[in-house]
């Protein structure tokens, strides 16, 4: 409570007393003068040398001291600063403990207590490093050490009869002392921490006060020969002196000189002033202090754009090349014949009619047209086989089907005729439920290995087995797809730009385009320095021949330093149609393509089923055409042989065709050059083929 109280007060004193001022940031000497609270805190039973009863055990005690000394105070920087002191403390106490006891009063046992004291007399000088912390311009907090040399030791041990009181007689007094001197095994140095808190207040100009609290923690014991500490709670106040700091005004001028030197940058990059580099030197003369500033500044001015240009040249069938003055687009009819493929193929040991067929509803079905696949692949074309014979049965109402359901020779399923049957019942269904074909007009049977079935030494040739063989009665039914469509051909196979800039070898990366009305057509671009030729790809497929605007030819570049540069051109595009050719050309154009499949595998002979083709070929071909004949195979087999059966099959054709081969394109493309994928049966049927195309004139 003694403690609190104290506390209390120093707030409340410090409070009052205090008064705005600037942070003091110079030294101070000074005086100090604490009360000190001293609480000892023990845990032994006897010192050495002074018995006790067994019942008795020192654990603490109190007393009050004080401390003095000297300080000096200086600063460390805006916030820390360093108190060092020279000082006096006293820190003794008493330490005090109660041993029950019974005395005969009067021949009756009576109750008592003999209270053992050890009175200790302690003090020492020593010094105190402290760490201040400005939290304001009054406030500090402190943290030290303080290291001291003991030079009062002494203690007085005796025992008091405290119980019963003094109305009871005790033969031979109350009070007897037991011995006296010097703290056995009495440390002679000592050592503790200091926190503390303080209040700074000006009197004068140089005097100043400083309220200030502080609390010991102890380091080393009182004497090492038992448990026994001291710590103390410090109050009291410092008087110190700092002695006024002459000011000696001193004028100070600043002299600066600028200058300014101009460079070129990219010519992207926007116009700046920059401070190039900056120097300082101080000059002395009397009072006077002058900074001589020097400052050196770069006008960055950009270089002017470069010069970019082209010259756009069309490029000839033949790569000779001509002014580009205007883009001329040809109509021309593009004829396509591919064959149908009778065959609908399942995985092993299924008759789930793969989802590569296309089954349309009632809705599509309606809409279906043979007319729309001109623009697909041949693939896409065999998965509406289904659609097609639907369509084509539909119109031909005498036509009848006959499905055939086949098994590959695989252990899985040779044996399992009701497997054959359930894939032909499949396609069947599919016929007569969506196309509505009268049930009496298809037949449905079933076989093990096709008519003319594929290797089976191979696993594609059992994978091209297990399929359903659609035959009719009427050839048109299965006939080929015939498709014809109108498209542009440009007279340029490529545009060739030839730049001009001045220095080519700077250019880091180029892009051209090929646009109308801001749609791209085509485009090339390089990060490598500006080539003297650039050639970008007509496509004639997105060009918007119904509106013809013109075709913007632009070439951008950019150099190592981010510069870039822009050309532009615009090329009229003229479209000769079909309606106008007679009057502004020889003839019409056509290109003819057809092709020929089902050679049995590692077969070049002409079937059956492709005479029909070989016929209309024939009465379509003019005295004056150009022809190619191209064949290629599937994967099966080596390579080389692929290549000599290719080779075959574009002769048989040929010959089948009576084409001259002197003036005929005739090759034979292997396997290299595969058009259809050979990971499916079908894709690997259409690669034993021979390609045909006819560009005439009419």
């Known amino acids: ?34 009360g000190a609270q001293n609480f000892h805190s023990a845990s032994f039973h006897q010192l050495p040398g002074y018995a006790e009863p067994d019942k008795v055990n020192y654990d603490g005690g109190s ?60 003090s020492s000088i020593g010094i105190e490093p402290i760490v201040s912390y400005n939290l304001s311009s009054k406030w500090r907090v402190h ?27 005790i033969q031979g007094g109350r009070t007897f002392g037991r011995g006296n001197g010097s703290l056995p095994g009495a440390l002679h140095n000592q050592s503790a921490v200091l926190f503390g808190v303080s209040y700074l207040m000006q009197a004068t100009s140089e005097l100043y006060f400083q309220p200030e609290l502080f609390y010991s923690i102890p380091i080393s014991p009182v004497t090492d020969a038992v448990d026994w500490k001291v710590s103390s709670l410090r109050l009291g106040i410092a008087m110190m002196l700092s002695p006024a700091i002459k000011i000696r005004t001193l004028i100070y001028d600043t002299i600066t000189v600028r200058d300014t030197t101009e460079r070129q940058i990219a010519s992207n990059l926007p116009p700046s002033i920059l401070l190039g580099n900056k120097d300082f030197r101080n000059e002395s003369v009397g009072d006077f202090r002058i900074l001589h500033v020097s400052e050196h500044y770069i006008r960055e001015v950009p270089r002017s754009a470069a010069k970019l240009s082209f010259e756009p040249f069309g490029v000839l069938p033949n790569r000779d090349e001509v002014p580009l003055d205007s883009l001329v687009l040809e109509e021309m009819i593009n004829n396509r014949l591919t064959p149908l493929l009778n065959y609908v193929f399942f995985d092993q040991n299924s008759s789930v009619l793969p989802t590569r067929y296309n089954r349309l509803t009632d809705a599509e079905k309606d809409k279906f047209s043979v007319d729309n696949l001109h623009s697909v692949g041949t693939l896409d074309r065999y998965y509406h086989l289904l659609n097609i014979v639907g369509r084509r049965m539909t119109s031909k109402p005498n036509a009848k089907l006959t499905l055939t359901g086949c098994l590959s020779g695989e252990p899985a399923e040779k044996d399992n005729t009701i497997l054959a049957k359930t894939r032909a019942d499949v396609v069947y269904d599919y016929l007569v439920s969506t ?9 449905v049977t079933s076989r093990k290995l096709p008519t003319h079935p594929s290797n089976e030494q191979f696993p594609d040739g059992s994978e091209e087995n297990r399929r359903v063989e659609i035959t009719s009665n009427d050839v048109d039914i299965l006939a080929p797809v015939f498709t014809s469509d109108t498209s542009l051909q440009a007279l340029y196979e490529s545009i060739i730009l030839r730049p001009s800039v001045e220095n080519r070898t700077e250019v880091k990366e180029y892009s051209t385009q090929l646009a109308q009305n801001g749609s791209v057509i085509s485009e090339e671009s390089g990060k490598s ?6 050639e970008v790809k007509v496509e004639e497929n997105k060009i918007n021949r119904k509106d013809a605007q013109p075709l913007d030819i632009s070439l951008h570049i950019e150099n190592n330093n981010g510069e870039t540069a822009d050309a532009e051109q615009s090329v009229p595009i003229k479209v000769i149609s079909i309606a ?12 003819d393509r057809y092709s020929l499949i089902l050679f049995e595998f ?56 009576s084409l001259k081969t002197s003036s005929s394109q005739i090759q034979g493309a292997g396997e290299d050059t595969r058009t259809y994928t050979n990971d499916l049966p079908e894709g690997r049927f259409y690669s034993r083929t021979v390609n045909i195309t006819v560009e005439r004139n009419e």
Request: glycine letters at 8%; zero cysteines; a positive charge.
């Open 529 to 534: 320095k500006l080539p003297r030729a650039i």
């Open 580 to 591: 106008k050719s007679n009057s502004e050309r020889r003839g019409t154009k056509i290109i």
């Open 435 to 443: 196309w509505k074909i009268t049930p009496n007009r298809i037949k």
């Open 1 to 34: 409570m003694q403690i609190l109280r104290s506390a209390i007060a120093f707030l409340f004193f410090t409070t009052i007393a205090g008064s705005a001022q600037p942070l003091v940031t110079n030294t101070f000497y000074g005086i100090f003068v604490h």
């Open 602 to 657: 590692d077969n070049a002979d002409i079937l059956q089923e492709n005479q029909r083709i070989i016929n209309f070929i024939k009465d379509r071909l003019p005295s004056v055409a150009k022809v190619s004949v191209s064949g290629t195979t599937d994967r099966m087999g080596e390579e080389s042989h692929n290549k000599a059966l290719s080779e075959r099959r574009a002769v048989s054709a040929a010959k089948a065709l």
């Open 143 to 169: 943290g030290g050490l303080r290291f001291a040399s003991v030079i009062s030791d002494a203690f007085i041990v005796g025992t008091e009869i405290t119980q019963p009181g003094p109305d009871v007689f």
């Open 63 to 122: 007393g009050t001291g004080f401390a003095f000394g000297a300080l000096v105070d200086f600063p460390l920087s805006a916030t820390f600063r360093l108190d060092i002191r020279g000082s006096y403390v006293n820190y003794g106490g008493i330490l005090t403990t109660d041993e029950p006891t019974t005395f005969i009063n009067a021949g009756v046992p009576v109750a008592g207590i003999f209270t053992h004291k050890i009175d200790a007399s302690l």
